[in-house]
């Protein structure tokens, strides 16, 4: 997974392929990397997404506690109908705020 | 019948889609059941939300429940679709399951008939998703844990096949959080997945061992939650037992 910064305060994670529990290591390497001092948005990317499964969904609820805690706050973009409706269906949409894309995403990273 | 651009589309549409959207549920703003199965009983199931790891009260924890089913011949898929089917059977006699009527499929609702030490706790939980070799329940408002429990199977380095749960939760309010802290519930809870796995290997012929990891992945109490308590279905369903006898002597009223 590639991580941009798009500010001092805003870092993105883009996401590609697939997202279960086997990438785990890799989403949290590429947290990490997004997180340094003055992160204060990660904005998540699923412009690339094409498959995730139930343990995917789980590791994207363990980065949320992570930004949580690093007092940072999630945005999610590029999410196609079908995976707006997985955030809808396990109410992960109430933390995790969707943008219809990075332009948007990013100025509400600085608002 | 559609026209053939029609057709076109929604073909294209269908090999589009991501491969695993035949595997999620849709959303659902409240619960329904189209047909309660013969012997369970329905309460704070019909008309709640899912309540998932964000909603809950207590600390958030992540739990993974193994079984490895050494000289075990059954493929994964084959495993997991014996799990789908006997899923009432591998549970403790105290915490009686009831799969809807229609199978483990996404969108389903399963009713869970349970006693609680010694109190009963009537609640259900929906099917998320399930593919060929896993599925998630996720928990409705007023269960004792809000989040999801993921039952799989899958091929570990050594090629044995390893029956999995996994579950990341909260407590759902803070009667549930002091049940699961300081009541024995967590214990309670660890041994019925524990049993649950012994009972699976054992239905393949296998007396596995079971090895649980746990992880707090949030320590923190979401005290904004704590309002969760007024569905509690523990409470409720004490209520509802309790008034029960009041229920069978009042007639029924008159058209």
Same mark, same amino acid.
């Given at each position: 997974?590639?991580?941009?910064?798009?500010?001092?305060?805003?870092?993105?994670?883009?996401?590609?392929?697939?997202?279960?529990?086997?990438?785990?290591?890799?989403?949290?390497?590429?947290?990490?990397?997004?997180?340094?001092?003055?992160?204060?948005?990660? &904005?998540?990317?699923? $412009?690339?997404?094409?498959? =995730?499964? +139930? #343990?995917?969904?789980?590791?994207?609820?363990?980065?949320?506690?992570?930004?949580?805690?690093?007092?940072?706050?999630?945005?999610?973009?590029?999410?196609?109908?079908?995976?707006?409706?997985?955030?809808? &269906?396990?109410?992960? $949409?109430?933390?995790?705020? =969707?943008? +219809? #894309?990075?332009?948007?995403?990013?100025?509400?990273?600085?608002? | 019948?559609?026209?053939?651009?029609?057709?076109?589309?929604?073909?294209?549409?269908?090999?589009?889609?991501?491969?695993?959207?035949?595997?999620?549920?849709?959303?659902?703003?409240?619960?329904?059941i189209?047909?309660?199965p013969?012997?369970a009983?329905?309460?704070?199931v019909?008309?709640?939300?899912?309540?998932?790891?964000?909603?809950?009260?207590?600390?958030?924890?992540?739990?993974?429940?193994?079984?490895?089913?050494?000289?075990?011949?059954?493929?994964?898929?084959?495993?997991?679709?014996?799990?789908k089917?006997?899923l009432p059977?591998?549970q403790?006699?105290?915490?009686r399951f009831f799969p809807p009527?229609?199978g483990l499929?996404?969108?389903e609702v399963v009713l869970i008939?349970?006693?609680?030490?010694?109190?009963?706790?009537?609640t259900g939980v929906l099917v998320?998703?399930?593919?060929?070799?896993?599925f998630?329940l996720m928990t409705p408002?007023?269960?004792?844990?809000?989040?999801?429990?993921?039952?799989?199977?899958?091929?570990?380095?050594?090629?044995?096949?390893?029956?999995?749960?996994?579950?990341?939760?909260?407590?759902?309010?803070?009667?549930?959080?002091?049940?699961?802290?300081?009541?024995?519930?967590?214990?309670?809870?660890?041994?019925?997945?524990?049993?649950?796995?012994?009972?699976?290997?054992?239905?393949?012929?296998?007396?596995?061992?079971?090895?649980?990891?746990?992880?707090?992945?949030?320590?923190?109490?979401?005290?904004?939650?704590?309002?969760?308590?007024?569905?509690?279905?523990?409470?409720?369903?004490?209520?509802?037992?309790?008034?029960?006898?009041?229920?069978?002597?009042?007639?029924?009223?008159?058209?």
């Amino acid at each position: 997974m590639d991580v941009r910064r798009v500010s001092d305060r805003a870092s993105v994670i883009d996401i590609r392929g697939e997202i279960t529990s086997a990438c785990e290591d890799a989403l949290m390497d590429a947290d990490v990397r997004a997180s340094t001092g003055q992160t204060r948005v990660i &904005l998540l990317n699923f $412009d690339g997404l094409e498959y =995730m499964n +139930s #343990g995917g969904i789980g590791l994207l609820v363990t980065v949320l506690i992570r930004a949580n805690r690093n007092n940072q706050r999630l945005m999610a973009f590029g999410l196609s109908e079908h995976y707006r409706q997985i955030f809808e &269906l396990t109410r992960l $949409d109430e933390a995790i705020r =969707m943008c +219809s #894309g990075e332009a948007e995403a990013t100025a509400a990273a600085h608002a | 019948m559609a026209s053939a651009p029609e057709q076109r589309a929604a073909h294209d549409a269908e090999l589009a889609a991501p491969r695993d959207t035949a595997y999620w549920a849709k959303p659902v703003g409240r619960l329904d059941i189209a047909q309660v199965p013969t012997g369970a009983i329905s309460l704070n199931v019909i008309g709640r939300r899912v309540a998932g790891p964000v909603q809950g009260f207590g600390q958030l924890w992540q739990k993974t429940y193994r079984v490895r089913l050494e000289g075990c011949a059954a493929t994964p898929a084959e495993v997991v679709q014996a799990w789908k089917e006997r899923l009432p059977r591998y549970q403790p006699t105290a915490n009686r399951f009831f799969p809807p009527v229609a199978g483990l499929a996404p969108g389903e609702v399963v009713l869970i008939n349970a006693v609680v030490q010694g109190m009963p706790a009537l609640t259900g939980v929906l099917v998320v998703y399930a593919d060929d070799e896993a599925f998630t329940l996720m928990t409705p408002e007023g269960h004792p844990e809000s989040g999801w429990v993921t039952f799989s199977a899958y091929r570990d380095e050594t090629a044995c096949v390893v029956a999995q749960v996994q579950s990341i939760a909260r407590a759902n309010d803070p009667v549930y959080e002091f049940g699961f802290c300081f009541m024995g519930g967590a214990t309670q809870q660890e041994k019925i997945w524990t049993h649950v796995l012994v009972s699976l290997a054992a239905d393949f012929d296998v007396q596995g061992r079971v090895t649980l990891q746990k992880t707090c992945v949030d320590p923190r109490r979401q005290l904004s939650e704590a309002k969760n308590v007024w569905q509690n279905a523990l409470i409720r369903s004490i209520v509802y037992t309790l008034l029960l006898p009041l229920r069978r002597r009042t007639p029924a009223p008159r058209p």
